[in-house]
């Protein structure tokens, strides 16, 4: 039996940023969080985590995931509208 494949969308979403060193107040208000676009196939999303695999092969198995925290997403686009076989 066929499974369906899931939906392949792009993220947008803030991660954390570190940086070294020593800054006063004012040079601290210049850094800002780093804003990424992630596409994948959008494989789960809960209050905590939002999963996407890079690749699916033919054997119904995915690769290369990454875990998004849900509450740094600032949207969710499908690629490909409508159902994919």
Do not use: C
């Not at 947008?12 to 601290?28: L, Q, V």
């Not at 959008?42 to 033919?58: F, G, R």
């Amino acid at each position: 039996m066929a499974q369906r494949l899931r939906r392949m969308v792009i993220v947008e979403w803030h991660d954390a940023r570190f940086f070294s060193g020593t800054y006063d107040e004012s040079a601290i208000k210049n850094h800002k969080m780093a804003l990424f676009n992630s596409l994948g196939y959008l494989i789960a999303k809960d209050k905590i985590t939002t999963v996407l695999a890079a690749e699916h092969n033919n054997e119904h198995e995915y690769r290369d995931i990454t875990l998004i925290p849900t509450g740094s997403i600032i949207s969710i686009k499908e690629l490909f509208p409508g159902p994919l076989v």
